[in-house]
C-alpha cells in the first residue's frame, strides 16, 4: 500500500462529496470515510496504535448550539429527533460486527498532515467501539485495523493481514527532505509516500531513511522490488 499525497479538492474530487466533517457513514455506497489527524493541536486526538496496524479514531461529530466549542461537549449517539448522528452510525456497525451480526464495515481513512496537504491512509476495518470520559466530556472511539485489501480479508483473518501506516511525522520530514516531489523525476503530480525496501520485505515504516516520494508513474514501475 502506498499512501497518495491529496490536496483538499482532489480528496473531496475522489469521494463525490465536501468533506468538510470528519465522519462519512457509507458516504461511497459500499463503504464509510473518515478524516483524520493526529497533529498536536487537532481537536479529536486520534492516535496510530500496536505498532501502527490500528487507528483509534476520536467521534468528530457533535451539535453546535450557541457558539459551542463541539470538542468539550459530549458526543452524542442519537439526533435531537431521534435518528443516529454519525457516532451513533459508526457505533452500531461497530457492535453489530462484535456479536457478528455483520461483516466489519470497510472505511477509507484520510489524514491532514498540514494545512492544504493530505494523506489517503487506504482502507481499514471498523472492528470495535466504544464511549468513554476523557476527563471533559464524554466521546465515542473507534478501532480500526489497517489492511491492503478489505474485499479479501475475512472477518476472522484481519489480524494476520494487518498493514503497517506510516506515522505522519515521518511523512512531514520525507516530504521536506524530498521537497515535495518526486526523487525520480522530480514530479510535484500525484505523488505517492513509497517504502524503498517494502515492509512485506522487512521494510521499516517508522523511519524516513526507508520512506520517500514517488510519482504515479515511478510508483508503478518501482512496484515492490527493491532497488
Same mark, same amino acid.
Given at each position: 500500500m502506498h499512501e497518495e499525497i491529496l490536496s483538499w479538492n482532489e480528496m473531496c474530487g475522489?469521494?463525490?462529496?465536501?468533506?468538510?466533517?470528519?465522519?462519512?457513514? =457509507?458516504?461511497?455506497?459500499? @463503504?464509510? /470515510? #473518515? #478524516?483524520?489527524?493526529?497533529?498536536?493541536?487537532a481537536p479529536y486526538p486520534d492516535a496510530m496504535a500496536e505498532g501502527g496496524t490500528v487507528l483509534i479514531y476520536v467521534g468528530? +461529530? *457533535?451539535? =453546535?448550539?450557541?457558539?459551542? +466549542?463541539t470538542a468539550l461537549?459530549?458526543?452524542?449517539? @442519537?439526533l435531537p429527533k431521534g435518528g443516529l448522528t454519525q457516532n451513533g452510525k459508526f457505533h452500531e456497525a461497530a457492535q453489530a460486527h462484535k456479536q457478528g451480526n455483520r461483516a466489519a464495515e470497510r472505511v477509507r481513512v484520510y489524514e491532514k498532515l498540514r494545512d492544504g496537504l493530505w494523506a489517503d491512509n487506504g482502507w481499514f476495518l471498523l472492528v470495535d467501539s466504544w464511549q468513554e470520559d476523557d476527563g471533559v466530556r #464524554? /466521546?465515542?472511539?473507534?478501532?480500526?485495523? *489497517?489492511?491492503? +485489501?478489505?474485499?479479501?480479508?475475512?472477518?476472522?483473518? @484481519?489480524?494476520?493481514e494487518r498493514r503497517r501506516m !506510516?506515522?505522519? &511525522? $515521518?511523512?512531514? &520530514? $520525507?516530504w521536506k527532505r524530498d521537497s515535495g516531489r518526486c /526523487?525520480?523525476?522530480?514530479?510535484?503530480e500525484n505523488l505517492h509516500f513509497d517504502h524503498i525496501i517494502p515492509w512485506s520485505r522487512g521494510?521499516?515504516? +517508522?523511519?524516513?531513511?526507508?520512506?520517500q516520494l514517488l510519482c504515479g508513474r515511478?510508483? !508503478?514501475?518501482?512496484?515492490?522490488? !527493491?532497488?
Open positions: 475522489r469521494e463525490g462529496r465536501n468533506l468538510q466533517a470528519g465522519m462519512h457513514f =457509507r458516504s461511497g455506497g459500499s @463503504y464509510s /470515510v #473518515l #478524516l483524520m489527524s493526529t497533529r498536536k493541536n468528530h +461529530d *457533535a451539535p =453546535r448550539k450557541n457558539g459551542n +466549542d461537549v459530549d458526543q452524542p449517539r @442519537y #464524554l /466521546v465515542f472511539k473507534f478501532k480500526l485495523v *489497517a489492511v491492503d +485489501d478489505p474485499l479479501s480479508v475475512a472477518d476472522e483473518s @484481519y489480524v494476520a !506510516i506515522p505522519p &511525522a $515521518v511523512k512531514l &520530514a $520525507v /526523487v525520480q523525476c522530480g514530479s510535484t521494510g521499516a515504516s +517508522d523511519t524516513a531513511e526507508n520512506v515511478h510508483n !508503478i514501475q518501482k512496484g515492490s522490488r !527493491i532497488e
